[in-house]
């Protein structure tokens, strides 16, 4: 199903690092880890989340996006998707069209037709790929290449229809260890010459290959599990950034980034942090 009723395209992304513009998030109202689908939420499953903290340190995110230049949008958080303040994984923008997941987890189902129903009411132009499981995670663009993680969550068979639907660009699976989630959990673009990642999860061969693209910046095993590789660029060499990440906060300044530090760490024991909880809709 598509939304065509303005001719003037009103979504635009072809990087992960172009000046964010607009984006859509959700408040992490209903928060709450009733069904374990990553191994963070394992070691979070007794303590769960205090939605009080993780409702302020979402307002300060929002707030300090905003001070920063970007137009922030939220979902209507609703009471039957604990998940839903990581709208990233239900949808990403191409170009002019916001592709919409096909959500792998039972628990995330249905968090689809919430954002499908933002989008037709504001006329943004949309395309479902719920032919093939795919989210929004495990999909990273730079400029005419779409790097396509291979996980529990994303079909292989993603690859042949995004190539299909996007025939001018170059769509390159990456396959990692699945226990990570999604892709941007261990690989994040941060520029068009750089990019974290945690090597761990990848095979020789793949780092080898991203590594003729990108200086790789290195993301170790306990950083990694506080969601360090999943930042957030807003542009300008800007990066969202956890304060208790610090190797990786002192290597992005080291790089000649300007890092963003807000405090995700409720909110990060359900297995996700800035990427995750942005869906950029302008990127430009």
């Known amino acids: 199903m598509s939304s065509h009723a303005k001719e003037t395209p009103s979504a635009w992304c072809r990087s992960e690092y172009d000046p964010l513009r607009l984006v859509l998030l959700c408040p992490p109202k209903y928060m709450e880890i009733k069904e374990i ?13 205090d939605v009080a903290t993780a409702m302020l340190q979402h307002r300060q995110f929002v707030a300090a996006l905003q001070k920063n230049g970007v137009e922030t949008v939220m979902l209507e958080p609703s009471d039957h998707f604990p998940e839903q303040v ?5 949808g990403f923008t191409i170009e002019d069209t916001v592709f919409i997941g096909d959500m792998a987890a039972s628990i995330r189902q249905g968090e689809e037709e919430e954002l499908q129903k933002w989008l037709a009411k504001r006329q943004i132009r949309f395309q479902s790929l719920g032919s093939h499981r795919v989210e929004g995670g495990d999909v ?5 290449t779409i790097f396509v993680g291979i996980s529990s969550r994303t079909s292989e068979k993603t690859i042949q229809e995004l190539e ?10 990456v ?6 989630l999604h892709l941007d959990c261990v690989f994040n673009i941060l520029s068009p010459t750089e990019a974290l990642i945690f090597p761990e999860a990848l095979s020789s061969e793949t780092v080898s290959m991203l590594a003729e693209r990108y200086t790789l910046i290195p993301v170790n095993r306990e950083e990694q ?3 360090g590789t999943n930042v957030l660029s807003i542009g300008s060499r800007r990066v969202f950034s956890q304060p208790q990440n610090r190797e990786v906060n002192a290597q992005l300044r080291q790089h000649g980034f300007h890092v963003i530090e807000n405090d995700f760490s409720e909110i990060i024991k ?8 942005t869906m950029p809709v302008i990127r430009k």
């Open 225 to 227: 599990f506080a969601l």
């Open 270 to 277: 359900s297995g996700g942090a800035f990427r995750c909880c």
């Open 175 to 180: 396959h990692f260890d699945e226990r990570y």
């Open 37 to 49: 689908i990553n191994d963070v939420q394992k070691r979070y499953q007794q303590e769960n989340i």
């Open 86 to 90: 990581f709208t990233r994984d239900i």
């Open 140 to 144: 990273l663009i730079d400029q005419d």
């Open 164 to 173: 299909q639907k996007l025939p001018s660009f170059q769509v390159i699976p």
